[in-house]
């Protein structure tokens, strides 16, 4: 109790110190610039004003700037000799995090094309050259990997977990089988999606997890992974 008082009486003092002072500072600052808490802020005026001034609901343009007068990182080459997809998804990436115009993104892919891709392009009409959703549609015709409609069903029915895939390997290689048989239908991918659950979880090793899994009727790949 003894403790509790001598800080009380010490916090005491310290109040009296404080208001002693202002009341000098008052007396010297007759203005009274410094004798009411709200004339210490600034004004709105003057912060929006102010240098390096952001508005609120400004965070998207910021997070932009932080790219702006950057190099991009450098492009790798593609020859023609593997799937175009994975490679275009990256250089769309990194066009739209950059800002490219469609005549930077047109000069960027030449630049990287090399072997049977550089080739193919060499042969092709000046309008197709100079365009580039005219080049990358006759690319990916070209290059873009896709099985006969066919073949890639059943490549669903034989489907079949190995056994040192991981789950997540196991997943995405559904996930791609799916994607080369309906590239272009967004509108039937619930269907879609409920004959991948199926064929991924009769192809998993474990079949009592499996079952386990069917049992919770999930709808989509990640799910059933998640519940296998």
């Not at 009341?23 to 240098?51: A, M, N």
């Not at 991009?72 to 769309?92: C, E, H, I, N």
């Not at 030449?110 to 049977?116: A, P, Q, T, V």
Request: hydrophobic share 30%; charged share 35%.
């Amino acid at each position: 109790m003894r403790e509790e008082i001598r800080m009380r009486d010490n916090k005491m003092k310290e109040a009296d110190e404080i208001k002693i002072t202002t009341e000098r500072i008052e007396k010297l600052f007759p203005s009274g610039i410094y004798s009411k808490q709200e004339d210490r802020k600034p004004s709105i005026t003057t912060l929006k004003s102010g240098p390096g001034y952001t508005p609120k609901g400004n965070l998207q343009n910021r997070s932009e700037k932080r790219y702006q007068g950057l190099s991009a990182p450098k492009m790798a080459t593609y020859d023609g000799k593997t799937d175009l997809r994975p490679y275009f998804l990256q250089l769309s990436h990194i066009a739209s995090r950059y800002k490219w115009t469609p005549q930077h993104r047109l000069d960027k892919l030449i630049e990287c094309l090399r072997d049977k891709a550089q080739k193919f392009y060499s042969v092709k009409v000046k309008g197709v050259q100079e365009d580039y959703d005219k080049l990358c549609n006759m690319l990916n015709e070209r290059f873009g990997r896709r099985d006969l409609p066919h073949i890639i069903r059943r490549q669903m029915q034989d489907l079949k977990q190995d056994q040192d895939e991981t789950f997540e390997e196991y997943t995405e290689r559904t996930q791609e089988i799916v994607t080369d048989e309906y590239p272009d239908t967004p509108e039937e991918f619930v269907e879609i999606e409920i004959v991948a659950i199926d064929a991924f979880l009769k192809g998993c090793i474990d079949k009592k997890a499996a079952l386990t899994a069917t049992d919770k009727n999930p709808t989509t790949l990640d799910e059933s992974m998640q519940y296998v």
